[in-house]
C-alpha cells in the first residue's frame, strides 16, 4: 500500500499536469535543495549551481506531462536535473582549454582510490571523498573523464547512490552504469598515477 506522502505527491502531480501552478510549486519546494544538492555534486560549480538548478525547474515544469508514473517522481526528477547537467558539463567541456592542471599529489596515488569501491555502494561518500587533498586532486582528475563518466562517478560517490539508482536516473542498463563505473575509476587511476610521477619528479 503506497504511503501518505506518495499519494499526496502523486495528486500534487496530477494537480500540477492538469495546470495547477501552485501544486507545480509546491513540489518544487519540496525537491529544491535535493535538485541543488545533485546539482552541485555533478557540476563543482557553487557559482552557477543556482542558475543551473533553475534550469532543471524550467525543463521540469516543461516535462511534466510526459511523467507516467512508471518510476517515482524523484527518480524521474533526478534524470532531468541530471540529464541538465551534462548538458552544462558538455558546454564547460567545449570551452575548455588543453592547460594541464597542476597539483599537489603526495604519498601513495592508489591509496587515494583505493577508498573507492566500485563492487559496493559509498557508505558514507562525505568521509570517503569530500576531504582535503583527496577531494582536490579527484576533483582535478575528473576534468579528464567523459561527461558521462564524470556523471556516473559523482552520482555513485558524491552522492551515495546505487548503480541500480543511477541506470534509472540515465535510463540504461545497470551493467552499463558499471562498466563506465569501472572506466572512470580506472582513468582516475592513470591520470592520478601522472600527476604523482610529474610532482615527485619535480621535487
Not at 107 to 112: E, I, K, Q, R, S
Request: glycine fraction near 4%; hydrophobic fraction near 35%.
Amino acid at each position: 500500500m503506497p504511503s501518505t506522502s506518495c499519494t499526496q505527491e502523486s495528486f500534487l502531480v496530477r494537480e500540477a499536469q492538469g495546470g495547477n501552478r501552485a501544486a507545480f510549486d509546491q513540489l518544487i519546494q519540496t525537491h529544491d535543495q535535493t535538485i541543488l544538492r545533485l546539482v552541485l555534486r555533478i557540476t563543482s560549480s557553487q557559482n552557477e549551481a543556482q542558475d543551473i538548478s533553475q534550469e532543471a525547474f524550467l525543463r521540469i515544469y516543461k516535462k511534466l506531462g510526459d511523467f507516467r508514473f512508471d518510476s517515482s517522481f524523484s527518480t524521474w526528477i533526478h534524470r532531468i536535473v541530471t540529464n541538465v547537467c551534462l548538458d552544462y558539463l558538455r558546454r564547460k567541456q567545449r570551452r575548455r582549454e588543453g592547460s594541464a592542471v597542476a597539483v599537489n599529489v603526495k604519498g601513495d596515488v592508489y591509496d587515494l582510490l583505493d577508498r573507492v569501491s566500485d563492487d559496493r555502494p559509498a557508505s558514507n561518500p562525505e568521509q570517503q571523498l569530500l576531504c582535503g587533498e583527496l577531494r582536490a586532486n579527484i576533483l582535478c582528475a575528473l576534468q579528464k573523464l567523459t561527461p558521462r563518466e564524470q556523471t556516473v562517478f559523482e552520482l555513485r560517490h558524491f552522492h551515495g547512490l546505487r548503480l541500480r539508482t543511477i541506470g534509472q536516473i540515465l535510463n540504461t542498463s545497470q551493467t552499463s552504469i558499471k562498466n563506465t563505473s569501472f572506466r572512470a575509476t580506472h582513468k582516475l587511476r592513470i591520470h592520478l598515477a601522472e600527476y604523482a610521477k610529474e610532482t615527485k619528479s619535480s621535487i
